[in-house]
């Protein structure tokens, strides 16, 4: 269904499944749209370049009510109907909660809901707040996990030794949260759909002239929202997962402990001191089913360098990845997303339009570990091929298990940089997480392609909505306390219902 304003924007209304309806905004004139990485319903995985916004691959799309009068537009389903008042396009969620009993979910801001153009190029979505509500979600977050009162921002940040109470933003993008009433025994969920860097209010701002209220507020794009019924909140994380992709099925001694510590790759004689570490593990009984190798393998004097060994500190990768294997412990190789001014193969990477570019052509530098880097631009083909051969020629060839994907934040400020986006070129900063999401991918398929009849593991600290096809993720570098610990175990309980598979923070 299309409706379309006078002022040039039009909204599409889909219902997609008996439990999940869409709504689409397109701004006046708006149609250089990104394509969605997010979306893949009942899958692994979704197309490399990403699936169309008219795409319906996957939904049941099944049969629906609609009445129509010159003021209002009613669409129903067995689970859920949607009022819009045609006077501002104001929605009204009615929800089914049990038998024959309908619930009133969630309303639009009866003042200025959307944004049309009026204010700026911004994308807003006002709703009335409830105060008998609750808010769970976003992901990795810090603090309760109740969010009632709270305003949280989705801007990946590398945000070292954090606190795990306070710190905002973090490390990850998952612009989904479920709304629970726990006196109705309703909850429902909201997904935006979105790359962009974004806002949430859930009761900090306050206003004379609205209500109560709680916000969206994104920097790029359009508004793109999926509602998901419940009434519960499983049900609700059970439909969400489905819509993006359920979480990718490890293998087994993943599970297992995993040791990691940077000391071990900084030191001079670090293969050394990492067969210390296994002697330990023996001497002791621990047992170690993986090892995180730092990126020190990478080093040369302060520095990191991509895909690059320091034979000084490792004379022999091989052989140090066939004790570590026969003892039972996989080797889990540190990877950064970008390539230093001075690194052996920037020329090659330059010359094979390999980096994220200013509008002129030339790398789009930024500031990484107190020197100058460009990111790898993982919306081009090109890039893919090129990072696939290398992790397969120096890491899985030299008996590295896995990679961990590092530092893939894209903490990108400018608004000149420029990615291919598979033949759309726009903006970079419009799509930071799905660089992190990509390159999560790549490493993925190079571990497919390199051993098709093993499970892939892959662990990212960055990332957007389904992320969990592809990897584990971990809550980033946190400061080391009792109440980092506290808070860590919140922040892994809210990465669930995200469809996350979490591991601890790194001390």
Request: with cysteine; proline share 5%; aromatic share 12%.
């Amino acid at each position: 269904m299309v409706l379309r304003t006078s002022s040039g924007a039009v909204a599409h209304l889909f219902v997609l499944e008996e439990d999940i309806f869409r709504v689409l905004i397109l701004p006046p004139g708006r149609r250089n749209l990104l394509r969605t990485w997010a979306i893949a319903p009942g899958a692994d995985d979704g197309p490399i370049v990403g699936r169309g916004h008219s795409d319906l691959t996957g939904f049941s799309t099944p049969k629906f009510l609609r009445r129509e009068t010159a003021d209002r537009l009613v669409v129903a389903t067995k689970r859920i109907r949607l009022t819009v008042e045609r006077a501002g396009f104001l929605c009204t969620w009615t929800m089914r909660a049990g038998g024959n009993r309908w619930l009133d979910a969630a309303r639009d801001r009866p003042t200025q809901a959307y944004n049309f153009g009026w204010w700026d190029d911004r994308v807003y979505h006002y709703l009335a707040r409830d105060p008998a509500e609750k808010y769970f979600g976003l992901g990795e977050h810090s603090g309760d996990l109740d969010l009632t009162g709270r305003r949280l921002v989705l801007s990946a940040s590398d945000a070292l030794g954090y606190n795990a109470k306070s710190s905002d933003p973090l490390y990850k993008h998952l612009p989904f949260y479920v709304t629970c009433r726990p006196s109705a025994n309703l909850a429902f969920g909201i997904f935006y759909d979105t790359l962009a860097n974004c806002a949430f209010d859930f009761g900090c701002e306050l206003s004379a002239y609205h209500g109560l209220f709680r916000s969206f507020i994104a920097d790029h794009g359009i508004l793109d929202y999926y509602v998901i019924s419940g009434p519960s909140v499983g049900e609700v994380v059970r439909r969400f997962t489905w819509l993006t992709g359920r979480p990718a099925f490890l293998p087994k001694w993943s599970l297992g402990y995993s040791a990691s510590g940077m000391s071990y790759t900084e030191a001079p004689d670090a293969q050394e001191q990492m067969h210390k570490f296994l002697a330990r593990c023996e001497r002791h009984g621990v047992p170690c089913d993986s090892f995180h190798l730092s990126s020190g393998y990478t080093s040369l004097g302060g520095k990191r360098y991509l895909f690059h060994w320091n034979h000084r500190k490792f004379p022999d990768p091989q052989q140090l990845s066939s004790a570590f294997l026969q003892k039972g412990v996989r080797l889990c190789a540190n990877l950064k997303p970008w390539l230093l001014r001075d690194h052996p193969r920037i020329k090659q990477a330059r010359r094979l339009g390999l980096l994220i570019r200013e509008m002129d052509g030339t790398p789009a530098w930024v500031q990484v570990w107190g020197v100058e880097g460009a990111y790898l631009d993982f919306t081009s083909r090109r890039t893919i091929r090129w990072w696939k051969e290398q992790v397969k020629t120096e890491l899985l060839k030299r008996g590295i298990a896995a990679t961990w994907n590092d530092n893939n934040e894209y903490e990108i400020k400018s608004e000149r940089a420029r990615i291919e986006g598979f033949g759309n070129r726009r903006a970079a900063i419009e799509a930071r997480p799905l660089q992190a999401l990509l390159m999560t991918r790549a490493s993925r398929d190079a571990q497919r392609e390199a051993a098709p009849f093993q499970r892939p593991f892959v662990v990212t600290r960055s990332g957007g909505a389904g992320l969990q096809r592809y990897a584990q993720t971990w809550s980033g570098d946190n400061y080391t306390s009792w109440e980092t610990l506290k808070y860590n175990l919140r922040m892994g309980l809210s990465l669930a219902p995200s469809a996350e598979s979490p591991t601890p923070g790194t001390t």
